[in-house]
Nanobody
Framework: VQLVESGGGMVQPGGSLRLSCAASGRTFSSYFMGWFRQAPGKEREFVAAISWSGRSTRYANSVKGRFTISRDNAKNTVYLQMNSLKPEDTAVYYC???????????????WGQGTQVTVSS
């Protein structure tokens, strides 16, 4: 599975961005999908994950209520809608694919190259 993220950029605090992750290769719909992020000087952290059907989701406490993960299996794409962005959301965001909903990055099999999100006034 090859994963390519897009949609990152710079936004003011309180603003919104939608990240997209396009998948190609093996059957996208059979994979659970996730988003992680890594800020400068910090470890990579879990953001959100979604089941293959889209019916189950999981979020980090820090983004719950502000971010929404979704997927369109017909388009082989997973999305991360980010609202009410804060400066502490600034990071490189990575799309990932794996066999289950898990918060551990070591459990995921495939990773994108990342897209930068900067929240600043």
């Amino acid at each position: 599975v090859q994963l390519v993220e897009s949609g990152g950029g710079m936004v003011q605090p309180g603003g919104s961005l939608r990240l997209s992750c396009a998948a190609s290769g093996r059957t996208f719909s059979s994979y659970f999908m996730g988003w992680f992020r890594q800020a400068p000087g910090k470890e990579r952290e879990f953001v959100a994950a979604i089941s293959w059907s889209g019916r189950s989701t999981r979020y980090a406490n820090s983004v719950k209520g502000r971010f929404t993960i979704s997927r369109d299996n017909a388009k082989n794409t997973v999305y991360l809608q980010m609202n009410s962005l804060k400066p502490e959301d600034t990071a490189v965001y990575y799309c990932t694919a794996g066999p289950g909903i898990t918060t551990q990055d070591s459990d995921y099999d495939y990773w994108g190259q990342g897209t930068q999100v900067t929240v600043s006034s």
